[in-house]
Protein backbone atom coordinates (compact mmCIF):
# COMPACT_ATOMS: atom_id res chain seq x y z
CA UNK A 1 0.00 0.00 0.00
CA UNK A 2 2.94 2.62 0.89
CA UNK A 3 4.10 1.70 -2.23
CA UNK A 4 1.30 3.09 -4.22
CA UNK A 5 1.12 6.08 -2.11
CA UNK A 6 4.81 7.32 -2.76
CA UNK A 7 4.35 6.64 -6.38
CA UNK A 8 1.37 8.60 -6.27
CA UNK A 9 3.15 11.29 -4.40
CA UNK A 10 6.55 11.29 -6.87
CA UNK A 11 6.96 14.50 -8.59
CA UNK A 12 5.40 14.17 -12.83
CA UNK A 13 8.15 15.32 -14.61
CA UNK A 14 7.18 17.72 -16.91
CA UNK A 15 7.47 18.53 -21.11
CA UNK A 16 9.13 21.45 -22.45
CA UNK A 17 8.24 21.32 -26.26
CA UNK A 18 10.21 23.87 -28.47
CA UNK A 19 8.19 24.21 -31.92
CA UNK A 20 10.77 26.18 -34.27
CA UNK A 21 12.67 25.97 -37.68
CA UNK A 22 16.15 26.09 -38.02
CA UNK A 23 17.43 28.32 -35.52
CA UNK A 24 16.30 25.90 -33.39
CA UNK A 25 16.85 23.02 -34.81
CA UNK A 26 20.62 23.50 -34.93
CA UNK A 27 21.13 23.77 -38.38
CA UNK A 28 24.85 22.98 -39.63
CA UNK A 29 26.33 22.02 -36.11
CA UNK A 30 26.57 18.94 -34.18
CA UNK A 31 22.91 18.66 -32.44
CA UNK A 32 24.45 18.84 -29.02
CA UNK A 33 25.72 22.50 -29.75
CA UNK A 34 22.08 23.82 -30.55
CA UNK A 35 20.46 26.01 -28.01
CA UNK A 36 18.23 23.73 -27.40
CA UNK A 37 19.83 21.04 -26.19
CA UNK A 38 22.01 23.52 -23.96
CA UNK A 39 18.86 24.37 -22.16
CA UNK A 40 17.89 20.86 -20.80
CA UNK A 41 21.10 20.54 -19.72
CA UNK A 42 20.66 24.18 -17.78
CA UNK A 43 17.06 23.16 -16.26
CA UNK A 44 19.21 20.08 -15.04
CA UNK A 45 21.85 21.94 -13.46
CA UNK A 46 19.42 24.19 -11.95
CA UNK A 47 16.95 21.74 -10.50
CA UNK A 48 13.94 21.98 -12.62
CA UNK A 49 12.20 18.76 -13.83
CA UNK A 50 11.83 19.08 -17.51
CA UNK A 51 12.20 16.91 -20.11
CA UNK A 52 12.97 19.35 -23.19
CA UNK A 53 11.57 17.89 -26.93
CA UNK A 54 12.89 19.35 -29.82
CA UNK A 55 10.40 19.19 -32.50
CA UNK A 56 12.38 21.86 -34.37
CA UNK A 57 12.38 21.21 -38.27
CA UNK A 58 14.71 23.47 -40.93
CA UNK A 59 13.25 24.61 -43.35
CA UNK A 60 9.80 25.57 -41.51
CA UNK A 61 7.10 28.10 -42.26
CA UNK A 62 4.26 29.00 -40.00
CA UNK A 63 2.00 27.03 -42.75
CA UNK A 64 4.04 23.99 -41.98
CA UNK A 65 3.82 24.22 -38.20
CA UNK A 66 0.18 24.63 -38.11
CA UNK A 67 -0.26 21.36 -39.88
CA UNK A 68 1.65 19.63 -37.19
CA UNK A 69 1.17 21.39 -34.11
CA UNK A 70 -1.62 19.06 -33.28
CA UNK A 71 0.10 15.59 -33.65
CA UNK A 72 3.11 17.24 -31.73
CA UNK A 73 0.83 18.65 -28.92
CA UNK A 74 -0.74 14.86 -28.72
CA UNK A 75 2.58 13.04 -29.01
CA UNK A 76 4.30 14.93 -25.86
CA UNK A 77 1.61 16.66 -23.70
CA UNK A 78 3.36 19.27 -23.21
CA UNK A 79 3.00 21.92 -20.04
CA UNK A 80 5.15 24.60 -21.75
CA UNK A 81 5.75 25.62 -25.55
CA UNK A 82 8.48 27.67 -26.98
CA UNK A 83 6.97 28.01 -30.41
CA UNK A 84 10.30 29.91 -32.53
CA UNK A 85 8.52 29.91 -36.32
CA UNK A 86 8.24 32.61 -38.74
CA UNK A 87 11.73 33.19 -40.40
CA UNK A 88 11.58 31.39 -43.36
CA UNK A 89 7.40 33.21 -44.15
CA UNK A 90 9.84 36.16 -43.95
CA UNK A 91 12.63 35.07 -46.33
CA UNK A 92 10.39 33.75 -48.82
CA UNK A 93 8.45 37.15 -48.96
CA UNK A 94 5.37 35.14 -47.81
CA UNK A 95 1.83 37.64 -47.03
CA UNK A 96 2.81 38.86 -43.38
CA UNK A 97 -1.10 38.32 -42.50
CA UNK A 98 -0.98 34.83 -43.62
CA UNK A 99 2.23 34.26 -41.18
CA UNK A 100 0.44 35.49 -38.20
CA UNK A 101 -2.95 33.81 -38.79
CA UNK A 102 -0.73 30.94 -38.42
CA UNK A 103 0.65 31.84 -35.34
CA UNK A 104 -2.40 32.43 -33.74
CA UNK A 105 -3.43 28.98 -34.75
CA UNK A 106 -1.03 27.93 -33.05
CA UNK A 107 -0.76 29.62 -30.05
CA UNK A 108 -4.66 28.87 -29.53
CA UNK A 109 -4.09 25.10 -30.02
CA UNK A 110 -1.73 25.13 -27.44
CA UNK A 111 -3.80 27.57 -25.07
CA UNK A 112 -6.77 25.20 -25.36
CA UNK A 113 -4.38 22.20 -24.12
CA UNK A 114 -3.66 24.25 -20.86
CA UNK A 115 0.29 24.47 -21.67
CA UNK A 116 2.24 27.59 -20.96
CA UNK A 117 3.82 29.20 -24.03
CA UNK A 118 6.14 31.47 -24.68
CA UNK A 119 6.58 33.21 -28.33
CA UNK A 120 9.91 33.90 -29.66
CA UNK A 121 10.40 36.81 -32.08
CA UNK A 122 12.45 37.55 -35.24
CA UNK A 123 13.23 40.19 -37.16
CA UNK A 124 13.69 40.18 -40.89
CA UNK A 125 16.12 42.24 -42.95
CA UNK A 126 14.95 44.72 -45.03
CA UNK A 127 14.83 42.93 -48.38
CA UNK A 128 11.41 43.03 -49.34
CA UNK A 129 11.43 46.45 -48.06
CA UNK A 130 11.10 48.42 -44.65
CA UNK A 131 7.21 48.05 -44.72
CA UNK A 132 7.17 44.52 -45.32
CA UNK A 133 9.80 44.41 -42.45
CA UNK A 134 7.74 46.97 -40.13
CA UNK A 135 4.71 44.66 -40.74
CA UNK A 136 6.10 41.38 -39.97
CA UNK A 137 8.14 42.71 -36.97
CA UNK A 138 4.97 43.65 -35.55
CA UNK A 139 3.40 40.37 -35.68
CA UNK A 140 5.11 39.12 -32.62
CA UNK A 141 4.43 42.02 -30.01
CA UNK A 142 0.64 42.34 -31.58
CA UNK A 143 0.25 38.69 -30.45
CA UNK A 144 1.59 38.49 -27.51
CA UNK A 145 -0.63 41.11 -26.65
CA UNK A 146 -3.62 39.58 -27.70
CA UNK A 147 -2.96 36.08 -26.35
CA UNK A 148 -1.24 37.59 -22.93
CA UNK A 149 1.93 35.21 -23.18
CA UNK A 150 5.55 36.21 -22.91
CA UNK A 151 7.54 37.26 -25.38
CA UNK A 152 11.11 37.20 -26.58
CA UNK A 153 11.31 40.57 -28.55
CA UNK A 154 14.26 38.64 -31.02
CA UNK A 155 15.78 35.57 -30.75
CA UNK A 156 18.89 36.66 -32.62
CA UNK A 157 19.30 40.00 -30.56
CA UNK A 158 23.52 40.16 -30.36
CA UNK A 159 24.07 37.44 -32.46
CA UNK A 160 22.63 38.44 -36.78
CA UNK A 161 24.74 41.29 -37.35
CA UNK A 162 27.71 40.06 -35.86
CA UNK A 163 30.04 37.69 -37.97
CA UNK A 164 31.73 36.17 -35.16
CA UNK A 165 28.33 34.46 -34.23
CA UNK A 166 26.68 33.57 -37.58
CA UNK A 167 28.33 30.63 -40.22
CA UNK A 168 29.11 31.99 -43.39
CA UNK A 169 25.53 31.75 -44.79
CA UNK A 170 24.78 34.61 -42.97
CA UNK A 171 21.62 33.45 -41.41
CA UNK A 172 22.35 30.79 -38.45
CA UNK A 173 24.06 30.87 -35.75
CA UNK A 174 27.62 29.07 -35.36
CA UNK A 175 28.43 27.37 -32.04
CA UNK A 176 29.59 30.19 -30.63
CA UNK A 177 25.97 32.24 -31.13
CA UNK A 178 24.23 29.44 -29.49
CA UNK A 179 24.52 30.46 -25.81
CA UNK A 180 23.61 33.66 -26.66
CA UNK A 181 20.30 32.17 -28.17
CA UNK A 182 20.29 30.65 -24.68
CA UNK A 183 20.81 34.19 -23.34
CA UNK A 184 18.42 35.79 -25.20
CA UNK A 185 15.10 33.47 -24.39
CA UNK A 186 16.31 32.25 -20.59
CA UNK A 187 14.94 35.33 -18.69
CA UNK A 188 11.87 35.52 -20.39
CA UNK A 189 11.26 31.15 -19.68
CA UNK A 190 12.50 31.42 -16.25
CA UNK A 191 8.88 33.24 -15.08
CA UNK A 192 7.28 30.21 -16.74
CA UNK A 193 9.57 27.51 -15.33
CA UNK A 194 8.76 25.32 -11.73
CA UNK A 195 10.51 23.02 -10.08
Known sequence: MSIGVAAAGAPKERTLL?????LSAAYGLKTEEGWVPQLQKRLQDQGYGYRVVNASSSGETTAGGRSRIERALE??????????LGANDGLRGLPVQGARDNLAAMIRSVQQRKAKLLLVGILMPPNYGQRYADS?????????????VPLVPFLLEGVALDQRYMQADG???????????LENVWPHLQPLLER
Open 18 to 22: VFGDS
Open 75 to 84: THQPDLVILE
Open 136 to 148: FAAIYPELSKEFK
Open 171 to 181: MHPNAAGQPRL
